[in-house]
């Protein structure tokens, strides 16, 4: 498969501060119609991702979105062939990842990105499988 990240990733990424409200986050969801928001630090560099899962722990309105980040962020690099993207994806158990080039984010994919290549069929299965003989003697 030769399809890079970049060129399935959202290009256009929302992104917050750890500072912020978990309230202003959800309000920036609810508007732009997203379900996770990259947070960078004030050099713009990733250090952590909310999902609207994260409000299932039911935090307060007002509690800053630092309170939700773990401690470690996963990126992959918009050169990346998706085959990487899908690898963290499973590994980790996510489904979005933000994409960088040179630290910098340049976009986000998702799982939902990934299953499209299905849907379009732009991915084709490199050895398919053959029929059993057995099974076209039984007919």
Same mark, same amino acid.
């Not at 990424?13 to 409200?21: A, G, I, L, Q, R």
């Not at 997203?34 to 309105?61: M, Q, R």
């Not at 630092?66 to 990346?80: F, I, R």
């Given at each position: 498969?030769?399809?890079?990240?970049?060129? =399935?990733?959202?290009?256009?990424?929302?992104?917050?501060?750890?500072?912020?409200?978990?309230?202003?986050?959800?309000?920036?969801?609810?508007?732009?119609?997203?379900?996770?928001?990259?947070?960078?630090?004030?050099?713009?560099?990733?250090?952590?991702?909310?999902?609207?899962?994260?409000?299932?722990?039911?935090?307060?309105?007002?509690? @800053?979105?630092? @309170? =939700? =980040?773990?401690?470690?962020?996963?990126?992959?690099?918009?050169?990346?062939?998706v085959s990487v993207a899908a690898k963290v994806m499973r590994k980790h158990h996510f489904h979005h990842l933000i994409v960088t080039h040179e630290k910098e984010i340049v976009g986000i994919i998702s799982s939902f990105d990934l299953l499209a290549l299905l849907d379009d069929h732009k991915f084709v299965m490199k050895n398919p499988p053959t029929p059993n003989k057995k099974s076209k003697q039984r007919i």
């Open positions: 498969m030769n399809i890079k990240i970049a060129d =399935l990733m959202v290009k256009n990424v929302v992104t917050t501060e750890p500072h912020k409200s978990i309230g202003h986050v959800k309000e920036m969801m609810t508007k732009n119609r997203i379900s996770c928001v990259p947070v960078v630090n004030s050099d713009n560099e990733p250090v952590g991702i909310v999902t609207t899962n994260d409000f299932k722990i039911n935090p307060g309105d007002s509690s @800053q979105v630092s @309170q =939700l =980040l773990s401690g470690h962020v996963y990126t992959v690099p918009a050169y990346n062939d």
